[in-house]
């Protein structure tokens, strides 16, 4: 199995250093939080990026991550799913045939339906432009376009926003 080119890694350290201010704002954590969050986020997709099969030595690092969000939240998600479901659209989106953006965007989808207990219905646009611009990414892996990939991750987010805000009031 082909997998596309991968771009040039960014240091682990800002990656670990933008997910822990991605958290701040997202979930309200403190540093200290984010930053372990941060790191085990970091090391699954640090990890999964240098494997070609055994996907699921990433797991425990995942599961750990949205373990800490579900208490710092209060949630009632099972990490282990929310975990498991993460790594599938990872997984899928090596695999030929399988990572289209659709196939990919119900992936995500049924991960953020776990994560923000709600229907996959209610969370498949924000899935499906999160695909799109993985899609695009992966496309244009050595010289991708970020300020189109963060358009549509914006707008993903956006559309998350929307549908998790309404189903909490």
Request: charged letters at 25%.
């Amino acid at each position: 199995m082909d997998n596309p080119p991968r771009p040039s890694r960014r240091p682990k350290t800002l990656y670990v250093g933008a997910t822990a201010v991605n958290r701040i704002a997202h979930y309200h954590y403190s540093w200290a939080t984010a930053t372990v969050e941060g790191l085990h986020l970091a090391r699954a997709a640090a990890t999964f990026g240098d494997l070609k099969e055994n996907y699921d030595v990433v797991l425990p690092d995942l599961e750990t991550a949205y373990a800490r969000l579900r208490s710092w939240t209060r949630g009632g998600f099972d990490p282990r799913a929310v975990a498991r479901a993460e790594l599938a659209w990872w997984v899928a989106r090596r695999i030929p045939g399988q990572n289209s953006p659709e196939q990919v965007g119900r992936l995500i989808a049924e991960e953020y339906a776990l994560l923000y207990e709600t229907s996959r219905e209610r969370v498949a646009e924000a899935a499906l432009l999160r695909a799109e611009a993985a899609a695009l990414r992966d496309a244009h892996a050595t010289t991708p376009d970020w300020n189109a990939i963060a358009r549509l991750l914006q707008q993903s987010y956006r559309e998350l926003l929307l549908v998790v805000a309404s189903a909490n009031v």
